[in-house]
């Protein structure tokens, strides 16, 4: 059975309620919990030295099953290739893993987001779709999340898109809002635009801003509220 190979701890507060962060990459989904008042713990295959929470390399599935009940609220952002147009266009093939992160995340008992791109629309559950313009970002990058463990979220309002994009993965004209994308131009301004100034390119063509999960993050702190008061 895979075990954790690589710990990295930041200072912590037991202050703090505790988020799991699966297939977390490079935290954009953790920074935004992060910054809305969660002790995050990020967990990903692959090693991560951009991440900037504690982080523990492992299967985030097998991980989710061992460990996910030791946690206040779970996020899980199972790898969007196989569902991306991009990948689509180039022909490439990917696994499927939304229906096992959702299993992992039933059996851990605990609330939950599980978050993917458009296509990927039709596998899940009631989502909630989150925009760019919901948060005053100078983009739109959809995300789809949808909740568990009776955990909800309100879908807010989606201004309308009124400023023209960039074509996928090109430079980004004056007016326009960039797509960053594929292997897109301009990492400065994606940093700046998305609000992940350590990330690189990698890390920003598949990252969810932080903005999208501080506002769950602050909706599930709401959720959690009598369960966290009583434990005190």
Known sequence: MPHPTDIRTRTRSR?????????????????????????????????????????????????VLEHGAEFDFIHGSPPCQHDSECQRIQGKTHPDLIAP??????????????????????????????????????????????????????QPGHPAHLVPQAK??????????????????????????LGVPWMNRDGIRECIPPAYTEHIGRAALAHLAPVLEVAA
């Open 101 to 154: 992160t959702r299993a992992a995340l039933e059996t851990a008992g605990r609330p939950w987001v599980m978050e993917n791109v458009r296509g990927a629309v039709p596998k899940l559950f009631a989502p909630v779709m989150l925009c760019g313009q919901m948060f005053a970002l100078a983009n739109y990058r959809h995300r789809f999340f949808e909740t568990g463990g009776g955990f909800t979220l309100v």
């Open 168 to 193: 996928m993965g090109r430079p980004v004209p004056p007016g326009h809002y960039g797509q960053f994308v594929g292997n897109f131009s301009g990492v400065p301004l994606a940093r700046e635009v």
């Open 15 to 63: 202050a703090r309620p505790r988020l799991l962060d699966l297939f977390c990459c490079q935290g954009g989904a953790g920074k935004g919990y992060a910054d809305a008042g969660f002790d995050v713990t990020g967990v990903d295959k692959d090693p991560q030295p951009r991440y900037p929470f504690r982080f523990v390399q492992a299967d985030a599935i097998t991980f």
